[in-house]
């Protein structure tokens, strides 16, 4: 059962919206090989908001994810891209369909 998931929100840089739309669309097939990564959506909230929001089932899984090859890019771009640092939040599921 999926009990564990991460939200991350992203706020570009004037000018920057589009880029950081790619950016997140293009780690679509980094998440795909990821095994412990059960969902993986990158979202767009308003105009210069983005975010990821993605599923484990266990908290190593988790752990994998935030250690993996997404959070290093994004990590690495975030100074280039980013308005402020992304905002990472940990959350426990209470209820999954």
Same mark, same amino acid.
């Given at each position: 059962? $999926?009990?564990?998931? =991460?939200? $991350? %929100? !992203? +706020? &570009? /840089? @004037?000018?920057? +919206?589009?880029?950081?739309?790619?950016? *997140? /669309?293009?780690? !679509? @097939?980094?998440?795909?090989?990821?095994?412990?990564? $059960?969902?993986?959506?990158?979202?767009? =909230?308003? @105009?210069?908001?983005?975010? *990821?929001?993605?599923?484990?089932?266990?908290?190593?899984? %988790?752990?994998?994810? !935030?250690?993996?090859? *997404?959070?290093? &890019?994004?990590?690495? /771009?975030?100074?280039? !891209? =980013? &308005?402020?640092?992304?905002? *990472?939040?940990? $959350?426990? =599921?209470?209820?999954? /369909?």
């Amino acid at each position: 059962m $999926v009990k564990f998931a =991460l939200l $991350v %929100r !992203l +706020e &570009a /840089k @004037p000018g920057k +919206e589009q880029e950081v739309a790619d950016f *997140i /669309k293009s780690a !679509l @097939p980094l998440a795909q090989q990821e095994p412990d990564t $059960v969902s993986w959506y990158a979202l767009q =909230l308003g @105009p210069s908001t983005f975010g *990821i929001f993605d599923t484990f089932e266990h908290e190593e899984g %988790r752990k994998a994810h !935030l250690d993996g090859q *997404i959070a290093q &890019a994004l990590m690495a /771009k975030a100074p280039e !891209l =980013l &308005a402020t640092a992304p905002v *990472i939040e940990q $959350v426990d =599921l209470l209820a999954v /369909k």
